[in-house]
């Protein structure tokens, strides 16, 4: 059995399946095979249409096509035939990703408290501030203008890299202890690490001890890029509401990642066709890994 699942998982292409599968891609690839075992089977030619089915079957759903080359025209055939936005729909009900990426320390705080406002100045927002977390970055000299970019301070870089590495070589019980100890928000943590986990990245949840329904998730690369982060920035003796605030867009200034230690690059949620794995999400702007393919941030749409 084992050599059987040797031979399927080295069949297998996980840029082209999966989470990465093209839709557009994926419908081109049926409709040709479609059309290929109906014109056999029309010319009485049965068993070989259903060997064409089986083969072409497989190897859309193991490698994402079965007709060479299809990344390289597909693109080109559905901007001719226009149905880009087919694949591009999506529900504007649908919850979208928070910007940067599946949770952060900073969901266990009332993100108006960090910016130093009181029950009583009003309204709450639901979402931070961005601007006033930023000026407070600026003003603090942890963030420095770079030109028409920004550029984060090299000794809070410094700092933060030590962080990391004194976090990342622990195990994720003892990474969730870490959070709880460090930070009071925090009073309860779990670890989700199993089969599931394994495939899609090891997750620890969070909360304030109020059961499931209160908890947010956070990855381990961003569990251990966070809390370094608000380690790190104890140097500018910033309260800990401000830098729980500061912990998730700090993630943008990474170059690695805080877990294995790849190399941090801007992607895009959308597939090589402008197709999107599920049509009901938009395409994001992200900061994912290199080596194990985890997000990192995810850059506010611009709509």
Not at 94 to 107: H, K, N
Not at 268 to 279: E, H, I, K, R
Request: one cysteine or more.
């Amino acid at each position: 059995m084992s050599a059987i699942a040797d031979v399927l998982d080295k069949l297998r292409r996980p840029a082209s399946t999966g989470a990465n599968r093209c839709l557009p891609c994926t419908a081109l690839n049926l409709g040709v095979l479609a059309a290929g075992v109906a014109a056999l089977a029309y010319r009485k030619r049965r068993f070989t249409a259903l060997a064409l089915a089986a083969s072409g079957a497989s190897a859309i759903w193991f490698r994402g096509y079965f007709v060479p080359y299809t990344p390289r025209f597909a693109p080109r055939l559905v901007a001719a035939l226009g149905v880009e936005e087919f694949f591009h729909a999506r529900d504007e009900r649908d919850a979208y990703e928070t910007p940067g990426g599946p949770g952060s320390i900073g969901d266990s705080y009332d993100p108006q408290d960090a910016l130093g406002r009181s029950p009583d100045d009003g309204e709450r927002d639901t979402e931070p501030d961005g601007d006033a977390v930023l000026t407070m970055l600026l003003e603090s000299g942890i963030v420095r203008p770079d030109g028409e970019d920004l550029s984060l301070a090299p000794e809070v870089r410094e700092d933060w890299r030590a962080e990391i590495d004194s976090l990342n070589s622990l195990a994720s019980p003892a990474l969730g202890a870490e959070l709880e100890a460090s930070l009071p928000t925090i009073t309860e943590t779990r670890v989700i690490d199993d089969e599931r986990a394994e495939r899609e990245g090891r997750w620890i949840a969070f909360g304030d001890g109020g059961g499931i329904a209160s908890e947010s998730w956070l990855s381990r690369p961003i569990a251990i890029g966070e809390l370094a982060a608000i380690r790190a920035l104890e140097a500018f003796d910033l309260p800990l509401e401000t830098r729980l605030a500061a912990a998730r867009p700090l993630r943008m200034f990474l170059s690695t990642c805080p877990d294995c230690g790849g190399r941090v690059e801007a992607s895009t949620t959308a597939t090589c066709c402008g197709g999107l794995a599920s049509p009901r999400q938009g395409p994001q702007d992200v900061l994912a890994c290199t080596g194990c393919n985890e997000r990192l941030f995810t850059f506010p749409r611009v709509d």
